[in-house]
């Protein structure tokens, strides 16, 4: 199975920044839809951004769009997503997702659509 690690995580200011890493072992991401997903306390757990490894397509949350970027590291088959202007609200456990790409179409957005997911790291923006 794929494995996936997160990293990055901490406690920031508001306004402040965070780069998040998704390493894969045992395989690469080659042909791969993945996903960022957080979960603040007594939420459920809901879409940040998206990327399809292989066609480059990139979706967003609109709570995000324009404060998060979602990229990638092909040799290194590595997931990031760069979070700037972070904001009290955006505290929650973020994990990295990945399943198998739907040729053709946009990486999905629903929780449901990944298979495979990293135990998540922390992040915590403070007033």
């Given amino acids: 199975q794929l494995q996936?690690?997160?990293?990055?995580?901490?406690?920031?200011q508001a306004g402040a920044s965070l780069r998040l890493s998704c390493a894969a072992s045992g395989r690469t991401f080659g042909g791969w839809d993945l996903g960022w997903f957080r979960q603040a306390p007594g939420k459920d757990r809901e879409f940040v951004a998206a990327l399809g490894w292989s066609s480059g397509r990139t979706r967003y949350a609109e709570s995000v769009e324009g404060r998060f970027t979602i990229s990638k590291d092909v040799a290194k088959s590595a997931l990031y997503l760069q979070m700037n202007s972070l904001k009290p609200e955006d505290t929650a456990v973020y994990y990295c997702a990945a399943d198998v790409s739907s040729?053709?179409?946009?990486?999905?957005?629903?929780?449901?659509?990944?298979?495979?997911?990293?135990?998540?790291?922390?992040?915590?923006?403070?007033?």
């Fill in 103 to 127: 040729v053709g179409k946009a990486p999905p957005l629903a929780r449901t659509a990944y298979g495979y997911w990293g135990q998540g790291t922390q992040v915590t923006v403070s007033s």
């Fill in 4 to 12: 996936l690690v997160e990293s990055g995580g901490g406690l920031v």
